[in-house]
């Protein structure tokens, strides 16, 4: 696999070049995608661009945005994983290699959970082939769901991750939108995809 590091900081690029090279990787170094798109775009709108377009390769961004806001929005753009500087170029390393791991299957755009497709895409949702309509958060809760199929996602790790905010323990929020995800998705079939786990959260499985 050949790594391309884009990083408008030339020490930070050279940096983070030199030591990828040393341990044998192919590393293209530039400071741009194209020099016009990043004069008029902000480093998400970037990406939200190149997923757009369909490139599927995975993209690990070194940011210097901590808060879980910043985070969020820069793995809903498209990221595979996030890198906050300063950093140990160890870890920069260690999460290179598991990305070059991680199956091609897993870049495919549509997330598919049972009869129950997302394109991730053009976000569209489909039930046993009938498109469903869903507001911006019933997809985005939906999809983390299906993204993380299978295992039981607390209300603290969908808030923050839809909302942006750490889950206030006063709130339904959550549990108004899976009530209507529940209508929208399982209320015409047999098979229900969407369950509760009493007391922990929730999960989206076969």
């Known amino acids: ?6 990083e408008d900081d030339p020490t930070v690029g050279q940096y ?5 090279e040393e341990h044998r990787w192919a590393v293209d170094l530039t400071t741009d995608g194209e020099e016009g ?7 998400i709108e970037v990406l939200h661009s190149l997923r757009a377009n369909g490139f599927e390769r995975p993209v690990l961004v070194l940011t210097a945005q901590d808060a879980v806001d910043a985070k969020v929005a820069t793995l809903r753009a498209g990221a595979d994983d996030y ?22 299957a897993l870049a495919s755009p549509v997330l598919q959970v049972a009869d129950l497709a997302i394109d991730q895409a053009t976000r569209e949702v489909r039930r046993a082939g ?13 999809e983390y769901l299906a993204r993380h199929g299978g295992r039981v996602m ?12 750490h889950f206030d323990p006063g709130t339904n ?4 939108v ?28 076969e």
């Open 37 to 43: 798109e990043r004069r008029a775009k902000s480093g």
């Open 16 to 20: 983070v070049k030199r030591g990828l």
């Open 178 to 205: 899976i009530n209507h995800l529940r209508k929208k998705v399982d209320a015409k079939h047999v098979r229900k995809l969407i369950s509760t786990v009493r007391g922990v959260g929730y999960v989206l499985k």
């Open 130 to 142: 009938e498109l469903i309509e869903l507001t911006p958060k019933e997809y985005t809760v939906l």
């Open 173 to 176: 929020i959550v549990d108004v």
């Open 83 to 104: 890198v906050t500087k300063p950093f140990a170029f160890e870890e920069l390393l260690a999460r290179v290699e598991a990305l070059a791991r991680r199956p091609r």
């Open 154 to 165: 607390s209300r603290t790790l969908i808030t923050e991750y839809a909302w942006g905010y």
């Open 1 to 6: 696999m050949r790594i391309l590091v884009i």
